[in-house]
């Protein structure tokens, strides 16, 4: 089975993303056909600045690597390195009517927000469904928030297949409903753009002041608590097996716990969770020339399956004469 996702470069990683998107496909290397890539002409949608993008973009690639991402066992690249992806962009707009987008939450929401609506915004779901279709994947783990897009891409395959024949697999959205969204400081949404996340490689200083920020109820020390209430715990469990997620209830459930300790448990925990792979990221972003010839080898890979695709789809559509 395929397996496909992609990442945005832009900004510090977050337990919303690791939690949310990032495990999961570290974790399907091991038995399925992952393809992942650096999402940057996405991230154009919402950053101007070369410099940051770029080395935003040599970032995510070694936060995926440093954290288990394998080449060996994995297709990992970075999306503007197959420029092919826009030449089925351009194909796929053609069988994508305005409708389709106009729906999407993401663009609406964007827009509410006050972001000046380009065409780039607009057509974000089309790039993403070429991204999922040009690989003939099967699955794509996403979060919550990016599940109407992978529906647009299964849309818009059924469309072109109706015209031209079984071209493209239709994938299916994945999702976690254990993390389907890990909740930030504030109990929304952990999101960088609402500036309520945790993040992975933030310095221990950052990551405490981060931690101690979360958001509980003004409840008396002495009385019990609902643990499925509390922001902290929300968090906490996702580092957690069955049996020690039992026993933080039961210290909330008992009565005489107080948050700040919990919460400083929960920093001790996320920072010697992630050290080891701190310390692996420093030595890759130290070394970028590695990271750069890892990612030349996974565009090799992914163009072999991508060029597959796109000569059926040219064949198919005329452009081939
Ligand atoms: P952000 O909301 O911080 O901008 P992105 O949109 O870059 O995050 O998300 C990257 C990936 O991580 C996506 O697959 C997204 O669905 C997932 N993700 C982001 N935030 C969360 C969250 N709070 N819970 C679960 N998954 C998330
Ligand atoms: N749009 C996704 C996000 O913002 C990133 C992404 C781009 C993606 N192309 C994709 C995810 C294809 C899954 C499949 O998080």
New binding site residues.
Partial sequence: MRV?????PSGSLHLGNYFGMMKKMIEYQEQEDLFCFI?NY?AQTSLRDGKILARGTLEAAANFLALGMDPEKSTFWVQSDLPEVQELTWVLSNFTPMGLLERCHSYKDKITKGIAANHGLFA?PV??TA??LLFQSNT?P?GKD?KQ??EVARDIAIKFNNEYGEVFTLPEPEIDDDVATVPGLDGQKMSKSYGNTIDLFAEEKALRKQIMRIVTAPIDVEEPKDPDTCNVYKIFRLFMDKEQDQALRQRYQAGGLAFGHVKQELFETVRDFFAPYAERRKELLDNPEVVRQILAQGADKARYAATKTLRKVRKKTGLVY
Avoid at 4 to 8: D, N, R, T, V
Wanted: aromatic share 6%; hydrophobic share 55%.
């Fill in positions: 496909l996702s992609g990442i945005q999402a996405h974000y790039l993403m991204d999922i794509v996403v990016q897009h992978v």
